[in-house]
């Protein structure tokens, strides 16, 4: 069972140690651990695509910039925006904030079934983090799987005009994509490759609307 946390860096602590007070045989009281601790250290940079976008869209808004208004959590100023879910929101990079633990780590089979029950049914779950296992991505837009290319025009061509035209996240997509049970993998690659050219378009754009000093 794997869990992401909003956190690039998180642990929490399924079990505490638990320690007894043991006579030595100098007759004095010693501590001594009898049951070890569980605890479960999140591992940044490890988050697949598709776990990504399942946290952006929980914590999304979560963040304020500078002058109050809602932002996505961990978000990077970029010049790109995107869509998911129908809401707009400012582009940034997950990469650089989310973390997960994987609960398949633990080796014994009653300290994975005991912390799987703890991460559940923890207060922490839903606000550092989120269970993602077992949990599926909505398609980016309601007709995409709809969708059907034909000579001349593919389908991941409708999908790449899709996006630039209607705003929609790039990686979403990708992500959304790859997590399906036979994923078409030309579309990501074109999607790949629209995003190359959205970056240079941007840059373009960016350039031209610097001011030029008096």
């Not at 049951?35 to 808004?61: N, S, T, Y």
Request: charged share 25%; hydrophobic share 35%.
């Amino acid at each position: 069972m794997r869990f992401v946390s909003r956190h690039a860096n998180y642990t929490f602590i399924a079990r505490p140690d638990k320690v007894q007070m043991v006579l030595t045989t100098n007759g004095t009281m010693t501590p001594q651990t009898v049951v070890a601790a569980i605890q479960c250290d999140f591992q940044h940079g490890l988050v697949r695509p598709e776990e990504a976008e399942m946290a952006k869209q929980h914590w999304l808004g979560f963040g304020r910039r500078e002058d109050g208004t809602a932002i996505a959590y961990g978000a990077t100023p970029t010049t790109v925006v995107g869509v998911v879910n129908g809401q707009a929101h400012d582009g940034w990079n997950p990469d650089l904030m989310f973390s997960v633990f994987d609960t398949d780590t633990i080796p014994n089979e009653e300290d994975r079934a005991y912390t799987e029950k703890r991460l559940v049914e923890d207060a922490s779950n839903g606000n550092h983090y989120i269970q993602v296992t077992g949990k599926k991505l909505d398609a980016p837009w309601p007709t995409y799987e709809q969708m059907q290319g034909k000579k001349g025009q593919p389908t991941s061509a409708l999908i790449c005009n899709m996006i630039r035209e209607g705003g929609y996240d790039p990686d979403y997509v990708i992500a959304y994509e790859l997590q399906r049970e036979r994923p078409r993998y030309d579309i990501p690659k074109a999607i790949e490759a629209l995003k190359v050219e959205l970056a240079a378009e941007a840059a373009e754009n960016a350039s031209l609307q610097r001011e030029i000093p008096a």
